[in-house]
């Protein structure tokens, strides 16, 4: 098997901090391109369609398989988050130490992308087609990514059967937890105006801030669901108020606050958009929805079943199937096929010294071989 240490240390080596374009992307496309992949690589945002955004690079890779094989989708992203300050070591120079690599994106998900081409590695080509859909802006806006790469591969028929994102989904031990799904979110800004006025005289102003309390009391108050077998309930959180009135004797024009709901898949971003803004109407505020993400869930079955299996046979350890944490691509790649996430410890993603443990390296690498090749054994019927 292909040494995931090895290819870890080499991606890890490629700084690519979100949004991502160049060097990691051809360490990849070097990989892949001796195990017989075709690779497609495409830049978004600026230079490329004339936004100010910062350019975005995407990776699609396939290997087909026999006519009418299965298709099986390896899926991440080769962006990575600041380091941030105060690391025993260069971020972007793999370093081992002890049982621990070091570095940028170990586990977040340079790790699991290794993994995945060692898998890859281990699965022959009659046993059907295998692909990876890797973006460089997942930790980012996630604007020119994922969703990019979907539209491409839709444009080019380009279709997998079943996919596994390799975001770390383990929490103490590699293989104690599977994402089967995720809670969407949204984010809502709401804005109420008054009429500015001296608080002696408050008759010839318009206070915009009992209001603004009314609205948020009445949101805080909701009980949104009391959740459903696989996602916990929905949960509205005020996130920011904000008036900034430094004078003591002024009633201020305006008030606003910020509300961030993450929700099961009992409510959609749109409906509960438009509760929060007819709450907010009510009391003379407006109300402005950027919605992040909906829910998804992959119902338990037989992908699920073929991923714990490989999971229990490499670790003695039956996962645990979970919606919990934030959002993922998993949300775009929804739309494409049934998804599942399985990947490395994520106690040390996004903080300094991010680590992962090497020996579990390998082993992703062998549970990851088992997913691809059960997965492209499995009849359509069952996908
Ligand atoms: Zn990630």
Redesign the pocket.
Known sequence: MLDALDLAKRLIAAPSVTPATGPVFAELEAMLVPLGFAVHRFTRGAGADGSDEAPVENLFAWRPGPAGSRHFAFA??LDVVPPGEGWSSDPFEPQVRGELLHGRGAV??KGAIAAMVAAAAEVPREAGTISFIITGD??GPALHGTRALIDWMEGEGHRPDLCLVG??TSVNRLGDMVKIGRRGSVNIWITVEGTQGHVAYPHLADNPLPRLVAILSELDALTLDTGTAWFQPSNLEITDIAVGNKATNVIPPLGQARVSIRFNDLHTGKSLSDRVCAIAERHGGKARPVISGEPFLTEPGAFSKLVSAAVEAETGIVPELSTTGGT?DARFLRSLCPVIEFGLCNAT?HKRDEAVAIPDLAVLARIYARIARAALALAPTDG
């Open positions: 991440g992203h977040d998900m997942e930790e975001e770390p993922s993603m």
